[in-house]
């Protein structure tokens, strides 16, 4: 997925950026909309090489976030830096080493997959001689080469993103950005576009990702920050997070409903008890004692007929931090 | 690349995609090329159907006296004639076909010799006022026109007229000149506003936004883009001008010169209003809503000045006015104002200048959320 990077396709100098640098580094950053606070006093580094998952239910702020990170809206206060640059000062800079695929895909249905290309590679001022090659080698990456005459209006969603994502890579971009990358498209296409995420990460590019679905930021991120009400509540690898969020999850299938899940719930190192019916969900802080204690109390009301210990997932922490559920 | 190498590949991009993507959606270009067609076919009708009432004429007398009469009312410009027997001309009237049947009695000539009083029947549909006041007022115009030709000696009144242009202008050259204004008022709001309206519709704007080209650059280029398909329309119209209704312009480098000025500055407004209400929809309604009435406040259908002061302050503050103006002295060579030339160009220029700064400056100030 290498393609060739040419300075000549960066008007003007990196200036006093490193490649030692974080990729996104956001300091104390607000932004309101009249009394509404849609982010608040944000502080996050993303390093460069990661991929970086933001989650937070609808409304929480990301968006927000992201459009801030890309110069398309201007902060309230704080500040955000990209490579270095300052977005506020350099947005221009920071727009020739972002590579975006928002949600909507932004394409211009009306036209072929080539003259969208074609399109992106003026605006970023891909130099005239590689822009054909460049082209020709990004469609093959996204497989969509046999297609690159059609009108983009005739594609499948699947299509469409990979469109999308060849055209945030042709500049040769340092941060890539993709909003909700898999929403509305089938398993399959979900896989292939994975695939090319992941290779982003092995050619040392920045991967930030906003997404609704927790097995894909499980799946393909290396750190995830989840927000609510514009303020971050946990940043960490999502192995962290259920280590310190989360505990163990132990289910239980009885015979009967059992009445005693006050005693349950009164044991230490217990979390959250659910009941439904027969079936019993308790999030706990470890699994050492416990369990045996939780066995003890309900074999004596009931036969227990199943039990599975498992690690929490992501929605469960998620869950936890924000009250809500991601898709909510 | 340098610099202005990268500006001007943006703008030529950003013009090229934009008529690429125009060209596609077939019902915006037949909004915007015919359109103005419309208009001008419409306004031709309205005046030719409106301006002389169909009349016919019974000629009970078929003397000289009675036929320099029938020329008279010819010479009138206000009666469409025909010539009819008794029962054709009722037949026709009270089948709604005419407006009126003026009857020339079989004594005319007679009577005239004798100096004896002739009474001339009129019979008018008077459903529709404008025409029944037509009649009333272009008989009498007839009878006093056949008698300063036929007796001289008895009309001792005469005008004495001082014409202040060389040529009188025909209501219809005059008005197809303002309907060629009209046409770039709407071609030019229209594609481009559609042009922006539909980079939000589609949210392709953000793939302009998160560009590192510059917003000045992206405008040019969408401008242009516009400009080229608004040009499609004025070809149009100037063709139907020319080669149909037969006028021609009078200073051909004047009229492509306010063409353009026109254009650019309606190519603007359009950018600004597409950008503001970002549907296209919304915005088509806004602009024949805002350029209908513009051309009817701006002395289209004759000069300004024949009007109430109020509505010459109001024509004076919208650059259709200005146009008009121009685009009537690159047709007839006359300027309907006291400003003269160089003035008048100047302050469309002035509204051209000013309207492509605030649509730049709306997209530049334009985010994804503020």
């Known amino acids: 997925m290498k393609v060739a990077h040419s300075d000549e396709a960066v008007p003007g100098p990196l200036g006093n950026a490193s490649d030692k640098v974080p990729a996104i580094e956001i300091q104390d950053l607000c932004k309101t909309f009249g009394k509404f606070q849609a982010v608040d006093h944000l502080t996050l580094t993303v390093q460069q090489g990661e991929i970086f998952g933001l989650l937070g239910p609808n409304g929480s702020g990301k968006t927000t976030t992201i459009n801030m990170i890309s110069g398309l809206t201007v902060p309230t206060s704080g500040s955000v830096r990209v490579h270095g640059y300052d977005v506020?000062?350099?947005?221009?800079?920071?727009?020739?080493?972002?590579?975006?695929?928002?949600?909507?895909?932004?394409?211009?249905?009306?036209?072929?997959?080539?003259?969208?290309?074609?399109?992106?590679?003026?605006?970023?001022?891909?130099?005239?001689?590689?822009?054909?090659?460049?082209?020709?080698?990004?469609?093959?990456?996204?497989?969509?080469?046999?297609?690159?005459?059609?009108?983009?209006?005739?594609?499948?969603?699947?299509?469409?993103?990979?469109?999308?994502?060849g055209?945030?890579?042709?500049?040769?971009?340092?941060?890539?950005?993709?909003?909700?990358?898999?929403?509305?498209?089938d398993v399959q296409a979900r896989r292939a576009i994975w695939d090319y995420i992941l290779q982003l990460r092995s050619q040392g590019k920045t991967v930030l990702i906003t997404t609704n679905y927790l097995e894909e930021a499980q799946a393909l991120c290396d750190r995830l920050a989840i927000i609510d009400h514009g303020k971050l509540i946990a940043v960490d690898t999502p192995q962290h997070l259920k280590q310190s969020y989360g505990g163990s999850v132990v289910e239980l299938e009885t015979a009967d409903a059992i009445s005693e899940v006050a005693k349950i719930q009164a044991l230490e190192g217990i979390k959250e008890v659910k009941q439904e019916n027969t079936h019993l969900t308790i999030t706990t802080q470890g699994t050492g004692n416990i369990v045996p204690q939780i066995i003890n109390i309900v074999s004596q009301e009931s036969e227990i007929r199943a039990i599975t210990i498992r690690e929490p997932d992501l929605d469960e922490i998620f869950l936890r931090l924000t009250g809500t559920a991601l898709r909510d | 690349m340098s610099r202005p190498g990268y500006h001007l590949r943006v703008i030529w991009a950003c013009m090229k995609k934009d008529i690429q993507v125009s060209l596609t959606d077939r019902i915006f270009i037949i909004l915007g090329v015919f359109l103005p067609v419309n208009f001008l076919i419409l306004f031709s009708l309205f005046v030719i159907s409106g301006g002389q009432a169909p009349t016919a004429v019974v000629m009970n007398d078929t003397g000289p006296y009675a036929q320099q009469f029938y020329h008279a009312m010819a010479g009138a410009h206000?009666?469409?004639?025909?010539?009819?027997?008794?029962?054709?001309?009722?037949?026709?009237?009270?089948?709604?076909?005419?407006?009126?049947?003026?009857?020339?009695?079989?004594?005319?000539?007679?009577?005239?010799?004798?100096?004896?009083?002739?009474?001339?029947?009129?019979?008018?549909?008077?459903?529709?006022?404008?025409?029944?006041?037509?009649?009333?007022?272009?008989?009498?115009?007839?009878?006093?026109?056949?008698?300063?030709?036929?007796?001289?000696?008895?009309?001792?009144?005469?005008?004495?007229?001082?014409?202040?242009?060389?040529?009188?202008?025909?209501?219809?050259?005059?008005?197809?000149?303002?309907?060629?204004?009209?046409?770039?008022?709407?071609?030019g709001l229209l594609q481009s506003g559609t042009s922006a309206a539909r980079e939000w519709e589609n949210a392709t704007m953000k793939e302009l936004l998160l560009s590192p080209a510059s917003r000045w650059a992206i405008v040019t280029g969408k401008m242009l883009g516009a400009l080229v398909l608004s040009l499609i329309s004025v070809v149009v119209v100037l063709a139907v001008l020319i080669f149909i209704i037969g006028v021609h312009p009078l200073h051909w480098g004047a009229m492509i010169g306010f063409t353009l000025l026109t254009l650019a500055i309606f190519i603007a407004l359009g950018t600004l209003l597409g950008t503001f209400l970002k549907q296209r929809q919304a915005f088509t309604g806004l602009a024949i809503g805002i350029a209908l009435p513009l051309f009817f406040v701006s002395g289209a259908f004759g000069p300004i000045s024949f009007n109430v002061p109020i509505l010459q302050v109001i024509a004076q503050l919208t650059p259709v006015y200005y146009a008009i103006v121009l685009q009537q002295y690159a047709f007839h060579g006359f300027i309907l104002n006291t400003y003269g030339l160089l003035a008048n160009t100047l302050i469309l220029f002035g509204f051209a200048i000013g309207l492509i700064i605030l649509s730049a400056f709306v997209l530049h100030r334009s985010t994804v959320a503020n």
Request: hydrophobic content about 45%; proline content about 5%.
């Open chain 2, 78 to 187: 206000s009666f469409i004639l025909q010539k009819a027997t008794s029962s054709e001309a009722r037949n026709l009237l009270q089948t709604g076909r005419i407006v009126a049947v003026v009857t020339i009695p079989a004594d005319f000539e007679t009577r005239i010799q004798h100096n004896q009083p002739v009474k001339v029947g009129v019979d008018i549909n008077n459903l529709n006022m404008d025409f029944t006041n037509d009649i009333r007022r272009a008989v009498p115009l007839a009878i006093t026109s056949f008698y300063a030709k036929a007796f001289p000696d008895v009309v001792t009144i005469a005008p004495h007229e001082i014409d202040q242009y060389t040529q009188d202008t025909d209501y219809i050259p005059y008005l197809t000149v303002s309907i060629l204004v009209i046409a770039l008022v709407v071609g």
């Open chain 1, 167 to 185: 055209r945030a890579l042709l500049h040769d971009p340092k941060l890539i950005y993709l909003d909700e990358p898999t929403l509305g498209i």
């Open chain 1, 88 to 165: 506020r000062h350099s947005a221009r800079e920071v727009r020739q080493i972002l590579g975006a695929v928002p949600q909507e895909t932004a394409l211009y249905e009306e036209l072929s997959a080539w003259a969208n290309m074609d399109f992106h590679a003026d605006l970023f001022g891909i130099p005239p001689r590689e822009k054909k090659q460049r082209i020709n080698a990004m469609l093959e990456i996204v497989q969509l080469t046999d297609r690159k005459n059609s009108r983009v209006g005739t594609f499948s969603g699947g299509m469409k993103r990979r469109l999308a994502l």
